[in-house]
Nanobody
C-alpha cells in the first residue's frame, strides 16, 4: 500500500502563504487520485482539493481561488499552494491517495498530517 508523508505546515499570519508537500512511495500499478483533506479540532475531516491522473483539479468552495493543487508524477509528490490564508484554514492537513482500477476504488491511504495554524 502506498505510503504518504506530508510536510510544509507551520504558523503564519492571516494573508500569508504556505506550501504543503506530500511525498509518496510504494505506488502500485493503479490509477491514483490524490487529495488534500483537513481537520480542525472538534470537527470532521473535510475535503480540500484533489487531482486525478490526468491533472484535473477539484477544490472545495472555501478554498477556490486561494489554494492550488499540483503533482509531480516523476517525483511522486503532491503539493498544495495555499495563499491568502485565513484563521479558518487552521487545521491538520492530510494527504490521501485513492487507488483505482477499472473504475473501482481498491484502496485508500492517508498520511500522518501536517499542522497549519493561521493567526489573525
Amino acid at each position: 500500500q502506498v505510503q504518504l508523508a506530508e510536510s510544509g505546515g507551520g504558523s503564519v499570519q492571516a494573508g500569508g502563504s504556505l506550501r504543503l508537500s506530500c511525498a509518496a512511495s510504494r505506488f502500485t500499478s493503479c490509477e491514483y487520485v490524490m487529495s488534500w483533506y483537513r481537520q480542525a479540532p472538534g470537527k470532521e475531516r473535510d475535503f480540500v482539493s484533489s487531482i486525478n491522473a490526468g491533472g484535473w483539479p477539484r477544490y472545495a468552495d472555501s478554498v477556490k481561488g486561494r489554494f492550488t493543487i499540483s503533482q509531480d508524477n516523476a517525483k511522486k509528490s503532491l503539493f498544495l499552494q495555499m495563499n491568502r490564508l485565513k484563521p479558518e484554514d487552521t487545521a491538520m492537513y492530510y494527504c490521501k491517495a485513492d487507488c483505482y482500477s477499472g473504475g473501482h476504488l481498491l484502496t485508500s491511504s492517508w498520511g500522518q498530517g501536517t499542522q497549519v495554524t493561521v493567526s489573525s
